[in-house]
């Protein structure tokens, strides 16, 4: 018996047509946009158009019909040419409109899915706190009940898609309440954009990612109704490492995207670069960190499809996601610095795409859960620090 790991013909068509669209729409205008640190408008509003960010939910909520291995092979494609508009559309997707998806009512289902499906809209996922990091647990933000309001005080930091002109609403985790054992209650709660007392910072100054939103966020006494709450009040912990482990395997798709364009791009360059009268893809030194780069994409790709593939014939698959996030995202570092070798001096200038890619890798052993904490959680599924 032998996995056959070819993509279904709908799925083959999507794979193409996004990688169409990386390659004539996204390719010729991003490196501008990163240059200047500004958000892609225009081309978001093109996937949009496309049906992207409505890829992995059902059609009466506008969405595309299709599932989590759709979206990834759409990110895996966006990213082979440019992270920034990769990220925008995975965080839109997986950590914008999935928890409502998953956990919302049917009201606020409606009320809010449509446009975030169509990319009309985009919504952001505000769990990092400043002395937080990876300790979701130690979350400071409150939310006090106030007759039919929320009353939320605190502060976010480092999210995605938070301060666009298209962003409508951020889901934040807040301490609601104690346990009988003093520990806290953490409930989500959705707030909407321009809600008074609710300020978006300013854009930060990235290493990577220059063309995507990141900022800080802080609430004072921000006012909204108590049917904004998301879920189960006290759930709200548990209800984002569920969203978690299914970003984990669009991180992972997003990564092999990345590890794989700087093998597009190193093919290219070793074809066209001459050194001492030939090609330098003539030396086997070259051929060798080439190959070494195909291997890690190709291995990577299997990872975040098995992931995915048991995600969404309802399999267990947390240990399956953690690996594939651990092991793209540092195959993604690792092609990333050799490509940047193998174009020598120009792979230090920003305009060509491997010097974006090197600035763009290091993130993805960072965000949605480090490598550290990967490594933590594969180690507990198998029974080791439980």
């Not at 502060?155 to 409508?168: A, E, H, M, P, Y």
């Not at 597009?264 to 086997?284: L, M």
């Not at 651990?326 to 792979?347: F, K, M, P, W």
């Amino acid at each position: 018996m032998s996995l056959d790991h070819r993509l279904p013909a709908e799925l083959e068509e999507l794979r193409r047509t996004v990688e169409a669209f990386a390659h004539d729409v996204v390719a010729p205008k991003i490196g501008e946009y990163y240059e200047q640190h500004a958000f892609p408008y225009e081309i978001v509003q093109e996937m949009g158009r496309m049906g992207l960010f409505g890829l992995p939910f059902t059609e009466e909520y506008g969405g595309m019909g299709g599932d989590y291995l759709a979206l990834g092979i759409a990110l895996e494609e966006l990213a082979r040419v440019d992270s920034s508009v990769a990220i925008t559309l995975e965080a839109g997707v997986s950590l914008g409109a999935m928890p409502l998806y998953h956990f919302g009512t049917e009201e606020q289902k409606r009320a809010w899915l449509p446009k975030l499906c169509s990319g009309e809209m985009l919504g952001a996922f505000g769990l990092t706190e400043p002395d937080g990091g990876s300790d979701a647990g130690a979350t400071r933000t409150t939310a006090v009940r106030d007759g039919d309001s929320w009353v939320i005080n605190g502060s976010k930091c480092f999210i995605t898609n938070s301060g666009t002109d298209i962003t409508g609403l951020v889901t934040v985790t807040a301490v609601t309440g104690r346990k009988d054992d003093g520990s806290p209650l953490i409930s989500s709660i959705i707030v909407p954009s321009g809600t008074p007392g609710f300020t978006v910072g300013a854009p930060y100054s990235k290493v990577g990612w220059n063309a995507s939103d990141t900022r800080e966020l802080s609430f004072s006494d921000v006012r909204v109704p108590v049917g904004n709450l998301l879920g189960e009040e006290g759930r709200g912990y548990a209800q984002f490492l569920r969203i978690l482990d299914e970003g984990r395997i669009a991180i992972a798709a997003l990564a092999t995207g990345l590890a794989q364009g700087c093998v597009d791009e190193s093919v290219r360059y070793a074809k066209e670069r001459h050194a001492f009268g030939r090609a330098i893809g003539t030396n086997q030194a070259i051929q060798f960190k080439i190959a070494d780069m195909e291997m890690r994409a190709h291995t990577s790709r299997l990872a975040w499809r098995d992931a995915a593939s048991r995600l969404v014939h309802g399999e267990t698959f947390k240990k399956e996601a953690a690996l594939a996030k651990l092991y793209s995202s540092e195959c993604a570092v690792d092609n990333a610095r050799e490509a940047t070798q193998i174009h020598g001096g120009y792979g230090f200038m920003n305009e060509y795409p491997v010097a974006r890619m090197w600035r763009d890798a290091k993130i993805l052993e960072i965000g949605e859960g480090t490598s550290e904490v990967q490594r933590m959680l594969i180690a507990r599924t198998l029974g080791v620090g439980a």
